[in-house]
């Protein structure tokens, strides 16, 4: 993929050596040990075949990690979470590309559909998820770091 100043992306899957990163640039209000934990999961997850995590490889300079995003298998449908594009790599496609994988992910797996939950108050990332095919499911309460809020689920088929 490329974008107006010429950077070139590519998604492979996350692995435990990528931690550092991950925490340098896309997870900082995590203690290193807390994003060891979570690659470990998904690893866990990549290993049962009930997942994967996947990252944004910037090879067109630094940082070399741009994006994370990860996908977890419950019954005959994923869930897609942990979505997060580095602030200065917005509205480049990115978070467009990372579903449509994880999308693909899914498919592969044998899984009949996604879910995505969001804020309520992130109306940029609920409009991309619209803007892709997915469609409100339900609404739940959740603490998403700052307190009570309104988290809102989307689902689409996997065709």
Known sequence: MKSGNQTSYRIRAVKLADSQLIQRYL???LRFEQVIERLKRVQHLTNQERGGGIVVMNTGGTPPIVA?????RWTQCAEISDL???ETHRRQ???TMMIRYLMDMGRNMGLSCAEIGVAESNLLA???YRRLGFEDSYTVQANLGNGEETV???RKTIS
Do not use: A, D, M, P
Request: overall charge neutral; hydrophobic content about 50%.
């Open 27 to 29: 997870w900082t209000h």
């Open 68 to 72: 994370y995003g990860q996908l977890t």
């Open 84 to 86: 997060i594009v580095l």
């Open 93 to 95: 496609g990115i978070g």
């Open 126 to 128: 609920l409009s991309l």
């Open 152 to 154: 809102i689920y989307l």
